[in-house]
Every structure is written in C-alpha cells, then in structure tokens.
C-alpha cells in the first residue's frame, strides 16, 4: 500500500528519531535481523521505518509505503524470514508479512531508487570467517557498482575500484585478481587469476553470475556459479567479511 502525501513529507522529522540497524550496514536487512521499534534501515534521504505506532513505512520522496498495521500491536518489530518473508511481530504474534519462497538465505535492500527489495535466497559467497572453510563451503552451496557496499545486476566495478564495509573492501586489482581484504589483515580470499586478463573488471549479470572479465577479449577469466532463472539480483559485501550474492527479487515494495 502506498504511503500517503504526509507520511512522505514527514520523513525528514523522524530521521533523527528512529535508530539504524547495527546488525548490518544501514541499508540492508538479513535473515535473522531484527529492526527493534523505531529502527530502520536508511540509505541517502530514504527511510524504511518499523514506527513505534506499530506502522512499517517506507519514507521515499515518491510514492512511499506502508504496512497498514497502525495500532495492530506494541513494541512491533521487523525480521527477515529464512523464507525470504518480512515479519511484524508483536508479543509472539505476527501482525503482517510479506510473501516468502523457497528456505534459504535472504537480505531485504533499501535501493539507491529508494524501494526495498527482498532478493534471495543466497546463490554464491566468499567463505564466513566467522566459522570454519568447510562449513562456509557448505552454506554457500544451498543457497560500477552505485552504493559502496552493493552491486546489482547489469552493473560492474572496474579495476581499481571496489566495494566497501566496514573493515572489508572487494577490489578488482590492476592484475585481473579480485580480491577481499580486511584491513590490517590483507586478502582473506582471492580468485586467484593475477595476470590472467588485462583491464579486468567485475559485473554481475541477470542470473546471477558474478563474473570477472578481460576487456580485450571479453573473456571470463573467473565466475560463481550462473543460476537458470533471469532477474534481478545483489551482491552485498557485508560487515562479517562476506561477499554475497542474493536473488532474485521475491518481493519489493514497488510491487
């Protein structure tokens, strides 16, 4: 449902009022996160917001959202679904939800047109390191870049240039390696194709295959592996030193 004229001007009141997600970089919401009342997920001017009045809203400048669950339930919070569905919750109780799909890994994304997306589940990752290489093996088998710490379909990073978050950064080096460092450690993965292209650059395509590519030949010189489905898709870095890729879109608030 669309959020009506005031809510959309009032969004610039309750940017100081509401917390932003600590979880993640503010702009996105994984599995297992939770938005507590008045947290948010926040990216340039636009906010994604579970209201203290119980109300999800998204504040965009345009034609917004809204849950329409205003005084449905107290201290309302928003998680994200191993099914790929945002939850209310109030006392244990669900108060609303947005369409789910098949079990996995999923990330609900504030987009820099400023609409949410939940895209999943995960299809590709660098290894957790956070646990051992085996179990991120594991896991990641079930399941120029406008925001610096997201790339979406149809989009590259060049050589030299990267994603960020936090202490992490995902760069495509002067040598065709794509590389995942951590500051003050160095690289915590690599593809391993130093000198193997020449003007190399990333893009993720429309099945969600993130490929590293030699601008003389157009060649694929590395790439995660291609889904069969077409559609939108997201690699996030996030802040647990992981380089994900997520999709496609099962539910948006554009929709």
Known sequence: MQAPGFLVVASAALFHLAALSSANEGNILLTGDVLPT???????RNAFV????????????GRGFQSDTHGAGANCTLSLSNHGALTITSAG?????SPGSKKGKYAAVLRPDGEVA?????????????????DAEVASSEGAAAVR???FSGQSISAGAELASRDYTFR???????????????AVWQS????????????LDHRGQ?????????KAVWSSKRTAGEGDYVLILQINGQAVVYGPVVWSTST
Do not use: I
Request: proline content about 2%.
């Open 118 to 134: 939940v895209y999943g589940p995960a299809l590709w990752a660098t290894p957790d390191l956070n646990v051992r290489t085996s």
């Open 210 to 218: 993130l490929a590293l590519v030699g601008d003389h030949d157009l």
């Open 172 to 186: 495509v080096e002067a040598d065709c390696n794509l590389v995942l460092n951590k500051a003050g450690t160095g």
């Open 93 to 97: 109780a669900t108060v609303w939800s």
């Open 149 to 151: 710490n997201l790339m």
């Open 192 to 203: 391993a194709t130093a000198g193997r292209g020449v003007h190399c650059f990333a893009r």
């Open 50 to 61: 579970m209201q203290d009045d119980c109300n999800l809203v998204l504040y965009n400048f």
């Open 38 to 44: 008045d947290g948010q997920l926040s990216y340039g």
